[in-house]
């Protein structure tokens, strides 16, 4: 299990800081990092479906691929922005 930072933006940080640590297995797919991640942010667990998860600065675009958690420096959760 690796200890890993996970920033928050927009409507995603208004309830907790905008870096949480959460633990993950040392390899894992996309889609159980994000199961993951709003497991234990129960208080945007509403917005699971419609964020974006990006690791490194790239955006996760198969979420069935394994990830080595070693090679992660910082995974990003990204609410859809809106315009004014």
């Given at each position: 299990m690796l200890e890993k930072n996970v920033l928050l933006f927009g409507s995603a940080r208004e309830p907790y800081?905008?870096?949480i640590k959460i633990v993950f297995p040392k390899v894992v797919k996309g889609k159980i990092i994000?199961?993951?991640i709003f497991r234990d942010l129960d208080k945007i667990s509403h917005l699971k479906d419609c964020c974006m998860l990006a690791i490194n600065q790239e955006?996760?675009?198969d979420f069935d691929v394994e990830i080595d958690m070693d090679n992660v420096k910082e995974i990003?959760?990204?609410p859809p922005l809106s315009g004014g």
């Open positions: 800081d905008n870096v994000k199961d993951i955006y996760v675009k990003a959760v990204l």
